[in-house]
T-cell receptor, first 115, second 112 residues
Framework: GQQLNQSPQSMFIQEGEDVSMNCTSS?????WLWYKQDPGEGPVLLIA?????ELTSNGRLTAQFGITRKDSFLNISASIPSDVGIYFC???????????????FGPGTSLSVIP | NAGVTQTPKFQVLKTGQSMTLQCAQD?????MYWYRQDPGMGLRLIYY???????DKGEVPNGYNVSRLNKREFSLRLESAAPSQTSVYFC???????????FGPGTRLTVT
């Protein structure tokens, strides 16, 4: 079946550094989502992307919907300690806002920030 | 405004025991979802309820049943727990068809 790959699997960075991570698929998705999960908590939606090529920011976070529709990227600028957590991408091959049963989550990228 | 609440927070079961995980939301959302999260596997959808009175299977429904008791509450039942069901279970809700889902804090279940 369809699956998403995320890289890197984990990252250790110094506070203040920029972070880049990506999510790839062998098939096309029409929606890409990025979530963050803090330790011991449920995931929280960070950014939703609905159009190929779209670039969307949320504070220090910027995500892009890849032009091939098979990938998405998340960047975090000037990382701070509270950025620690697991970042999940999720994709849906169906058209945006039509249903939810096919959304697939990636395995996550674990981010650690060293003060 | 509590958002999505889940009970219990932690549970240990023996193989073959049954239990029900409870989920409630106070955001007047129509859609509710149950996921399981296993290390290195992301979140996998077990069941969902697009609206009150309807439920549908997700990616991994075997061994589970659900009940959408009313608009607020969506429960997940394990009739005969197995070690393979050791996981963290998350409930989520959304206004409707769409992707702005709000997740609960999770239930950590261990089956021995």
């Amino acid at each position: 079946g369809q699956q998403l790959n995320q890289s890197p699997q984990s990252m250790f960075i110094q506070e203040g550094e920029d972070v880049s991570m990506n999510c790839t698929s062998s098939s096309i998705f029409n929606t890409w989502l990025w979530y963050k999960q803090d330790p011991g908590e449920g995931p929280v939606l960070l950014i939703a992307l609905y159009k190929a090529g779209e670039l969307t920011s949320n504070g220090r976070l910027t995500a892009q919907f890849g032009i091939t529709r098979k990938d998405s990227f998340l960047n975090i600028s000037a990382s701070i300690p509270s950025d620690v957590g697991i970042y999940f991408c999720a994709g849906d091959p169906k058209l945006p806002k039509t249903s939810y049963d096919k959304v697939i989550f990636g395995p996550g990228t674990s981010l650690s920030v060293i003060p | 405004n509590a958002g999505v609440t889940q009970t219990p927070k932690f549970q240990v079961l023996k193989t073959g025991q049954s239990m029900t995980l409870q989920c409630a939301q106070d955001m007047n959302h129509n859609s509710m979802y149950w996921y399981r999260q296993d290390p290195g596997m992301g979140l996998r959808l077990i069941y969902y309820s697009a609206s009150e009175g309807t439920t549908d299977k997700g990616e991994v429904p075997n061994g589970y049943n659900v009940s959408r008791l009313n608009k607020r509450e969506f429960s997940l039942r394990l009739e005969s727990a197995a070690p393979s069901q050791t996981s963290v279970y998350f409930c989520a809700s959304a206004t409707g068809v769409g992707y702005e889902q709000y997740f609960g804090p999770g239930t950590r279940l261990t089956v021995t």
